[in-house]
């Protein structure tokens, strides 16, 4: 899905209102000493790859570093609760995925609202899940994994970046559409998806399409099919899950900034301001092409906010569907 349908889609949802608490005011000094910038996922995922752009880039623009402090663990939950904990100030900041509004349906108790608790900035990133086996398996296509799973029920492994992570979600997605099952191992983040395959721990996953391209570049694991709308500009000659696996599905992942709930609207502004002129100026392009399997995303936060209302509910009735549910605690 391009920039352009994306935001299209985003405006459809008309769910912005719902997002936004009432605000408090900004401190004109703002900001005058270093900013926390939390990514609830391990190093080397593809949120972090993005937080350490965005430290180095927009720490120069706003005259203060932002400090990345990985908290992963949950699907992101331990980092979105720190977030929410933290002051409205604009001196704790977070970068949160899709998890964020598939966590709060899959267990029964949750420390926060995904919604209420938080405060939109702007989108930076998205794309598809990937199906990824390790290179050297026998299984070319999804048909073929898929026949070999319902030819040994339970006996095959796969990874995910923890329960209620996109990649959790994807794979049970993919076993509930083709009547299939397999054993759930769930890790602190994506990357560990990739190198449990490496190791033998699992025969697949499906982590973000960013996360598995070096490996796929690399030559050690193979990409049977993507979760987009569309084939990856990336992998041209990879098939989405519908060509793969009709009917299949889409998943789109993303990642953007946040801030707790009640964060004044002036500094909202400021940021997506600052953060729009270096996505006007290529810096996330480059980064993100260097990764490949995502591509930039760019919004307002009224844009924004609604994206993340609207999967909320689209999520909600997808776990619900496939009765992905767990409990927290």
Known sequence: MNRRNWLATAGA?????????????APSSYPNRPIRLIVPFIAGSTPDNVARTLSAELGKKLGQPLVVENMPGAGGIIGASALRRAAPDGYTLGILANAHVINVHMYRKMPYDPIQDFTPITALSGGPTALVVFVSSPYKTAAELIAAMKKAPGKFNYGSGGKGSIAHLAVETMLHQTGCDAVHIPYKGAPEIITAMLSGQTQFGMPVLGTATQYVRNNQVRVLAVTGAARSPFFPDVPTMAEALPPGFVIDNWSGLFAPAKFPADLTQK???????LQSAGVFDAQLKANAGELRRSASPAQFGTVVASDNTRYGDLVKSIGMVGDLG
Do not use: E, F, N, Y
């Open 13 to 25: 949802a008309a769910l912005g209102s719902l997002l936004l608490p009432a605000r408090a005011a």
């Open 271 to 277: 940021l997506h301001a600052a953060i729009g002129a």
